[in-house]
């Protein structure tokens, strides 16, 4: 992926500045009949101008447009699905309200400015209401998790469970999508979206790419029975937003801080560490009708 091969070019970059020049020392025994090995340790003697070091980043915003009903929960002839969305981001969650009376076959639609799933706005949020995306957007890889709940009859009548408040530029949902008291589950997906991806479809700042993603109706990812089971689709937008300027500096300050690392180099080596491949998605070619 580009942007990844541009950060990986940029670390090694970073660590033959870091080496250009520098003394190599070897300490211990230099006979390798002694250790059957010689150990070298670099002495470092000057730090790296991280604070130089910028570009100019695309940014993205995701929002849910919204769900359709391919097959709903149980009997089709027996009442209709009470649905509630929940998402997951790198940044906290979003959660809807109660959505009555989807039937198989129909789409229900959010409105996406206010439904709001990658680079929301911090706060406690309910999709379709006040979920808004901070316009400053988020860089590549994406990802997100959907997931689709049913409440029973029963299930309503103890309320929804309670949430705690986000902590400092979080987001979070003010109930549960699941109380464990009554809900069905309906379906679930995994989003990721590379850098590859975007800029295939979104080559300019204004762009829109709309997606829709099959909910696999099995938890967990386990393999389902034969059963019956309910089939739902996940329909979100992808805009790209004004790019924007970074610093390498307040990057590192901001990966050392959430790791751990001690050293901008260990922080950079985490981040490498952490990489990982996108997951597999059942994408559909065309919007619901």
Not at 82 to 103: A, C, F, H, P, R
Not at 256 to 274: C, D, K, N, P
């Amino acid at each position: 992926m580009v942007v990844q091969r541009r950060f990986v070019i940029l670390c090694l970059s970073a660590v033959a500045y870091v080496f250009d020049g520098v003394d190599v020392f070897a300490h211990g025994p230099q006979s390798a009949a002694s250790s059957g090995t010689t150990e070298v340790r670099a002495v470092v003697e000057q730090d790296v101008a991280w604070d130089v070091v910028e570009w100019t980043e695309r940014r993205y915003k995701i929002e849910a447009v919204g769900f359709k009903a391919r097959n709903e929960t149980g009997w089709d002839w027996w009442g209709s699905d009470e649905v509630m969305v929940g998402t997951e981001d790198s940044k906290g969650w979003t959660v809807s309200g109660e959505l009555n009376g989807i039937d198989s076959g129909e789409f229900y639609s959010l409105d996406p400015v206010r439904s709001c799933v990658v680079a929301v706005r911090p706060g406690i949020v309910v999709l379709g209401k006040t979920s808004v995306c901070d316009e400053a957007g988020e860089p590549t890889p994406l990802s997100f998790a959907v997931e689709l709940w049913e409440k029973d009859l029963f299930g309503w009548r103890t309320g929804f469970c309670k949430a705690l408040p986000p902590g400092k530029d979080l987001h979070a949902g003010p109930h549960c999508a699941d109380d464990g008291s009554g809900t069905d589950f309906i379906g679930r997906a995994q989003v990721d979206l590379s850098a590859l991806d975007l800029e295939a479809v979104l080559p300019n700042v204004g762009d829109e790419h709309i997606e829709t993603v099959v909910l696999s109706p099995c938890p967990g990812g386990e393999v389902c029975g034969d059963a019956d089971l309910p089939d739902y689709s996940f329909t979100f937008r992808v805009t790209r937003v004004r790019d924007a300027r970074v610093e390498l500096r307040s990057l590192l300050d901001d990966a050392m801080h959430r790791t751990g690392a001690r050293s901008e180099l260990e922080a950079i080596v985490t981040g490498l560490r952490s990489l990982r491949a996108p997951s597999p998605r059942q994408v559909e070619p065309n919007l619901p009708k």
